[in-house]
T-cell receptor
Framework: EDKVVQSPLSLVVHEGDTVTLNCSYE??????LLWYKQEKKAPTFLFML????IEKKSGRLSSILDKKELFSILNITATQTGDSAIYLC???????????FGTGTLLAVQP | DGGITQSPKYLFRKEGQNVTLSCEQN?????MYWYRQDPGQGLRLIYY???????QKGDIAEGYSVSREKKESFPLTVTSAQKNPTAFYLC?????????????FGEGSWLTVV
């Protein structure tokens, strides 16, 4: 059975801190790994990762996938209160077109 | 504009009642999904459908039912057999070639049992 575990479950930091969120998985035959940010309603897309070792970057956010050790990390540098959200990793499964999500990390950034 | 519409946004259900959440998309997407989210947690897959008249159970299908009679519509019924239905429900759709920015989410429906 496919399994996706995110850590930590929740995290409280101060503005300006750097955070690293982890997504560990036991998923076979996935097409891509996706990171989302969810603030109040629908998740918004951050990154799609398909290859191991290639960093994706967007402003203060970056992400990388390690297919050998079976994890991905999402880094946020110089955090702001607007970064407070639930961060979700997800996998699109190749054969079935199924999309499964991890347990989520709740990030709270204090001023 | 193309998108996904979920309704209602807020719904209250009495114990023992069935309720149906609507999900409609005009994106011509083949695949549609229903997820449940409990406070502060990730999304758990209830049902998904890759094509009209076909659907598969996800990880937590017990107490739920779906239909896919039309490409645009994928309603979810929360039955009285679902013991703890209070949650946030999200519908999503995607094209066959599933990539990060071609997955669309509805605005969600909050269901509360009273």
């Amino acid at each position: 059975e496919d399994k996706v575990v995110q850590s930590p479950l929740s995290l409280v930091v101060h503005e300006g801190d750097t955070v690293t969120l982890n997504c560990s998985y036991e998923v076979t035959n996935f097409r891509s790994l996706l990171w989302y940010k969810q603030e109040k309603k629908a998740p918004t897309f951050l990154f799609m990762l398909t290859s191991s070792g290639i960093e994706k970057k967007s402003g203060r956010l970056s992400s990388i996938l390690d297919k050998k050790e079976l994890f991905s990390i999402l880094n946020i540098t110089a955090t702001q209160t607007g970064d407070s959200a639930i961060y979700l990793c997800a996998f699109s499964l190749g054969a079935t077109n199924k999309l499964i999500f991890g347990t989520g990390t709740l990030l709270a950034v204090q001023p | 504009d193309g998108g996904i519409t979920q309704s209602p946004k807020y719904l209250f259900r009495k114990e023992g009642q069935n309720v149906t959440l609507s999900c409609e998309q005009n994106l011509n997407h083949d695949a549609m999904y229903w997820y449940r989210q409990d406070p502060g947690q990730g999304l758990r897959l209830i049902y998904y459908s890759q094509i009209v008249n076909d659907f598969q159970k996800g990880d937590i299908a017990e107490g739920y039912s779906v239909s896919r009679e039309k490409k645009e519509s994928f309603p979810l019924t929360v039955t009285s057999a679902q013991k703890n239905p209070t949650a946030f429900y999200l519908c999503a759709s995607s094209s066959r070639e599933l990539t990060g920015n071609t997955i669309y989410f509805g605005e969600g429906s909050w269901l509360t049992v009273v």
